[in-house]
């Protein structure tokens, strides 16, 4: 495919990959051709004028025109983008695209001999030190990184747990508490929940963070900022250490649920929430559902773990027989051919031994709650 790239009008470019490699030089084609045949998620672009003939057969689209006039097409829809062209040019061309670090695309630039990789934009968010690293290792090239957490190699706190799947309830003190981590001041951590082997580096956690057992431990020693990851919510006393602080959730809650045939998505939410109120959980923190092979189809909890993207796990009768519950019921069995459907799922789906809530009856929905422990 050719694009003819005109002002005021967005090529309609084919997206097959996350990633794509840019171009606009003879030597910067013959780079990307290469890089491309390693990087395989990666779609190509580069200028008509340096085709080979074997373009469509590889899947490679050219465009003539000003590369400026490509770029606001690749950021909409690319995770990443690799740009073969001097820094300089590439920082004017982004400049007017920018909107927030939270969703622009990571930027990483190559010079033409490939000899230096550039992590320009969205280094931690956008993941382009990551990409940056990969594609100097794939190409031989020396990786830039300026990203102070990075070079320092202490906590990114934009990315703390992110490969395990925390998030953060606000995004308000990342930049604050982020400075005081770089700036090696006084940075406490509680860590109540969650995956314990976060830290990434192959030498001591720096002295200036602090590992507390509880939230009101580190109060007492007055830290700077801090870093707070539980699946509980605060209470009002706890709150002052996010004063410079972030709360992360960590995904270690697992809802075991049985219902009745039919219920409705927004009763078994509706009970779910009530119920994580009470045990004064958020909601943020739940990783999935557990239940009977028998609700896999159930439209209810399909439609609950599709809008918050969570996991769902099924056992069979046999599966949840064989798990030690508080109350087998007779009835459930005669109905589903197991003695309880959700403790005995929740404890499956968690590996957790002693559940938050054992289980609640609720209307058309039964509810356990357990936290998967590490």
Request: hydrophobic residues 40%; contains cysteine.
């Amino acid at each position: 495919m050719i694009h003819v790239l005109q002002e005021g009008k967005q090529p309609e470019i084919e997206i097959t990959n996350e990633y794509a490699i840019v171009a606009i030089t003879k030597h910067g084609v013959m780079l990307a051709r290469k890089l491309q045949r390693s990087f395989t998620s990666s779609d190509l672009f580069y200028m008509k004028k340096f085709g080979k003939g074997d373009e469509q057969e590889k899947n490679i689209q050219m465009f003539e025109g000003s590369v400026r006039l490509l770029l606001p097409s690749l950021f909409n829809h690319y995770k990443g983008i690799v740009l073969i062209i001097s820094l300089g040019a590439v920082v004017r061309m982004i400049a007017p695209l920018l909107k927030d670090k939270k969703t622009d695309p990571g930027i990483v630039v190559l010079d033409d001999k490939g000899q230096f990789a550039i992590s320009v934009l969205s280094g931690h968010m956008g993941g382009a030190n990551e990409l940056t690293r990969e594609i100097a290792a794939l190409i031989g090239a020396e990786s830039v990184i300026t990203t102070a957490s990075d070079v320092q190699k202490t906590i990114p706190v934009d990315l703390f747990g992110k490969r395990f799947g925390w998030v953060w309830d606000s995004a308000e003190k990342l930049t604050p508490v982020s400075a005081s981590v770089v700036n090696e001041e006084h940075v406490a951590i509680v860590q109540e929940s969650g995956e314990r082997n976060w830290w990434e580096y192959d030498r001591p956690i720096p002295e200036n963070i602090r590992l507390y057992g509880s939230i009101q431990e580190a109060q007492q020693h007055n830290p700077d900022a801090a870093l707070i990851v539980t699946h509980r919510n605060l209470c009002k006393d706890e709150e002052q250490i996010l004063k410079n602080g972030v709360l992360y959730r960590p995904k270690v809650i697992i809802l075991g649920i049985g219902c009745n045939r039919g219920t409705s998505a927004e009763e078994i939410q509706s009970v779910i929430q009530e119920t994580l109120d009470e045990l004064k959980f958020s909601i943020k923190s739940v990783k999935g559902i557990a239940t009977i092979d028998l609700k896999k189809d159930e439209a209810g909890l399909l439609e609950t773990v599709s809008k918050y993207d969570w996991s769902f796990t099924s056992y069979t009768p046999e599966e949840l027989n064989n798990v030690t519950i508080s109350e087998p019921s007779q009835t459930v069995f005669s109905y589903t051919g197991a003695y309880g459907v959700s403790e005995p799922a929740a404890r499956l789906a968690s590996g957790a031994s002693n559940l938050a809530l054992v289980k609640k009856k609720s209307g058309n929905v039964t509810i356990s709650v357990a936290v998967i422990p590490y």
